[in-house]
């Protein structure tokens, strides 16, 4: 039997047979495993028995399960094992699984039963979460076309084919610029700036790739970032910059412009045959937004004081520049290095002087202890569970009685198969409506490795990463619900933002810092007054920061408003810009060519506002902590843990939200935390 079909085995109710994974066994695990879930729907769909909660949608939860473990490990795979052969399955599979996501939604049959459930979810005596689960896949099925007709119902089905294709083309093109773009530098001269361990982790990355006594700077943000910061050599940055900017827009084949103008079109007829004036609109009617017009407004509070304050930045970098003799103005490929040179004059703070004190294993320790302190959670690290790469380690959750709670995995350097950046992803989601599924949750990173022994050294933007990630693995594990559809992070993607942002606020907190920020080579704890400037420049470079993303989130809304304009994306993307006002000394921070979160799949489309919108729930719900006693009040956590990182999808967001805060959020908080007045709110 194919292994990816088996049930997992193994400890802790199976885990992964990361071991006995073969690429050639993914297609027949596939095909067979959606044969079965088909024959399953069709069982329940013809059941002769009148359509009943237990019947119907309980059978769907309970079905799909050899689906389930396959795709998850061909999810995996397609973030962190994306080797050539494997994204030659992608390229046959994803419109297939397209064409079955659409056999199951339009079985019409299956609808009317659910439908039948969905009327009378209020009077057969179903529970509150019940009830949700009824209303969501109901509406779920409708918004994804069960109303339709049978001809709209194959023009769908050929439209969400098309796009499963062009997705997959997209984010296998921005890999494929991500590998074939590396710069080598061969004269130490070249170097002049970075930082010893940036230096380190280039010959790293170097040797690995059979250029050894060279130096590597990889098209990744992980890598570019650093040198953009601290290069010297001025025309080594731009070339760094045009090369990490124009991913997917070289005009050769994988260039992606082509591709988006489909999506967007695509997304626009399909958003039409299903009743909705855009993509946008569909996009965000199960959002706590609920329409573009509301993302839009949060986003232009932000947007003026964020372009006001890249001005003042601007001027603080130019005159450090004249001063300098520099003898040019600030243009994009000097922003970060100047910013640092500012960071240092103003608030006497050096990244080089905090990286030796954040070493990647200690932040893991700490962030497992914040884990402790605020769910009552135990991690202890685990050896002999089979991993898909040496790199992985995996580690038992339980909680402070010392039950079993879930099984974490940490993947966290870069590869050159692997996709960058840095998410979450759940292998397996808690439930107990049949009986205890525990969940497995996992998190992936791009950090660049170190030479062997050495450990590897983070700046402050990546430790917050680890942290924000780490806050999505805290959501899914401590799931607490009955239906696996409801389970964990399967939440609208302006609300999931919000445990992961929120999170990143005790990377700050002196507990963390005295007991886990320690220097890499003499032990001792992150002095006091480095702490102090830390926390001092915590409002430095907002405008910068607050630009950069809130530019690639109004240009991602206004393309899927606006898809007429997108058969030329570089020409919408530069005219779009001029008329927000984009400060001429920056660029977006995703630029449409190579921007993941839109055009690798649907889930981040016209949604890359929800880091704003989540934020503001962050901002508001931080505040929750420091009005009582601090970010470690037990009650405040407590309530946290029970209305929001419990609760998965069982109740609506916003109901949530008000149940842990005893109100609504406010806007104020996020103004406060980025830095940017209260009376500039109002402009
Ligand atoms: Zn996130």
Redesign the pocket.
Known sequence: MNVLLEPWSGPFGGVPPFDRVRVEDFKPALEAAMDEQLREIERIASDPAPATFENTIAAMERGGRAFDRVTSIYGIFAGTMRSPSFQEVEREMEPKLAQFCDRIVQNEKLFARIAAVYEARETSGLTPEQQRLVWLKYTEFARSGARLGAAEKRELSEINQRLATLYTQFSQNVLADENAYTLFLEDERDLAGLPESVRAAAAAAAEERGHRGRWAILNTRSSVEPFLTYSGRRNLRERVWRTFTSRGDNGDTHDNKRIIADIVRLRDARAKLLGYPSHAHWRLEMSMAKTPRQAIALMEEFWKPAVARVAEEVAEMQAIADREGAGHAIEPWDYRYYAEKVRKEKYHLDENEVMPYLQLENLREAMFWVAGELLDLNFRPLFGIPVYHPDVRVWEVSDGAGRHVALFYLDPYARADKVSGA??NAYRNQERFEREVTTIVSNNANFVKGRPGEPVLVSWGDATTLF??F??ALHGLSSNVNYPSLSGTNVDRDY??FP??LLESWLMTPEVLGRFARHYRTGEPIPKSLVERIERASKFNKGFENVEYLSSALVDMHLHLDPARAGDVVAFERETLASLGMPRQMTMRHRLPHFGHLFSGDSYSAGYYS?LWADTLSADAFEAFTEAHGPYDKKVAERLREYVFSTGNTVDPAESYRAFRGRDAVIEALMRKRGFGGSLARQ
């Open positions: 998410w979450m924000h990630e806050g999505h999931v933002e992961s942002q880091y």
